[in-house]
């Protein structure tokens, strides 16, 4: 018989087991967010920096908006990124977008809207109900793409690329859609910068504060309105601004209603959106709380900024995943449409403001 080995490396020998698991939590916390990084890091970085441009090139042309130049931006790069910051891009426009919406909740309080007045109220939501509607009709009419048709309407009834942002959350539509949708913006809100001033003013004989209401009604982004009004005076861009803002207020029902929609049954496959999406319940909490008056002014304004820059780096990312040979298959329709949704909000708008003696 061999005698057994007396090694003492091997005496106690048993059963491989497996390596247990990192009992630090702080320690497999940060090996998951490197590893997170490592895939997402290059897209977010191109995401944040693109946004830091566009918000360079609106300081020195307000009438674009960061987040119009952002989008655009994104379409002309896009072919250009490296497949290593596609994930990077994804997790940035699914994210920053939510985060942003919500923030935007606290641009507006609903005493300020409450001081509109009952007539004022009502041209806003008679506007932008019939807006959004009529330029779905439109749409259908022009044989545009149903996901085009939406978030033009979206946009161009409630308040711009933001708007198309949001209704992209709970929404099925093509990638191209949105940047169509927040190109035609561009267009057609920089056009209306020019008129609305002029055929208020010199064809339609509005006063300031008239004229601050129709563009804040019929004006798309933002921005834009500010440039619209300031040909009146102060006093009417402050007014453009706060029915603007209260256009924006709607987007909340409007983005839940379509969540609900699109979860019919029947309707095409895959995962149905939430009804009510989360940011859009974390916007109207935002808005509540800037109503209570204990946020401090330098909060609002650090909150602004940074919905700006958020929103401006989703944009971008979905700018990214558009190729133009495809986005220009739908200008001429595209065009058309945006045209006659100009033309129904702006008419709508004009004609509700003079039935409620606003």
């Not at 939430?274 to 330098?298: C, D, H, K, Q």
Request: with cysteine; aromatic share 4%; glycine share 12%.
């Amino acid at each position: 018989m061999k005698a057994r080995s007396m090694n003492p490396e091997h005496a106690h020998a048993g059963p491989e087991r497996p390596e247990a698991p990192d009992a630090d939590p702080v320690r497999a916390a940060g090996g998951r967010v490197r590893g997170w990084w490592a895939s997402a890091g290059p897209g977010v970085s191109v995401a944040v920096t693109a946004a830091g441009a566009a918000t360079v090139v609106s300081g020195f042309v307000p009438a674009l908006s960061a987040l119009t130049v952002a989008v655009l931006l994104g379409v002309l790069m896009g072919g250009a990124l490296p497949a290593a910051t596609a994930d990077g891009l994804a997790w940035t426009t699914r994210t920053f977008l939510r985060v942003g919406v919500v923030l935007l909740g606290l641009q507006l309080s609903l005493g300020e809207v409450l001081r509109l007045g009952p007539g004022t109220l009502a041209a806003v939501v008679v506007t932008v109900a019939a807006g959004f509607a009529g330029t779905i009709a439109l749409g259908r009419l022009l044989g545009v793409s149903r996901g085009l048709g939406l978030m033009v309407a979206t946009g161009f009834s409630i308040c711009g690329a933001s708007a198309i942002a949001a209704m992209d959350g709970v929404a099925r539509r093509d990638r191209e859609d949105v940047a169509t949708a927040v190109t035609l913006v561009t267009i057609y809100g920089s056009a209306a910068i020019a008129l609305v001033p002029f055929l208020g003013t010199r064809v339609f004989g509005l006063d300031g504060e008239a004229l601050g209401m129709w563009a804040g009604l019929s004006v798309h982004e933002v921005a834009q309105v500010v440039a619209a009004a300031s040909p009146a005076g102060a006093a009417a861009v402050g007014t453009a601004v706060i029915v603007k803002l209260t256009r924006v207020v709607l987007l909340a029902p409007m983005v839940a209603g379509m969540g609900a929609l699109e979860r019919r049954p029947g309707d095409a496959a895959g995962p149905r959106p939430p009804i009510v999406p989360l940011f859009v319940v974390g916007f109207l909490l935002a808005m509540l709380l800037r109503s209570t008056n204990t946020v401090p002014e330098a909060v609002l304004t650090g909150a602004r900024d940074v919905s700006t820059v958020l929103l401006a780096a989703a944009m971008f990312g979905l700018g990214s995943s558009v190729r133009v040979r495809t986005l220009l298959r739908t200008g001429r329709r595209g065009l058309a449409l945006g045209a006659l949704s100009t033309l129904l909000v702006s008419t709508v708008s004009l004609t509700a403001l003079t039935v409620a003696g606003a």
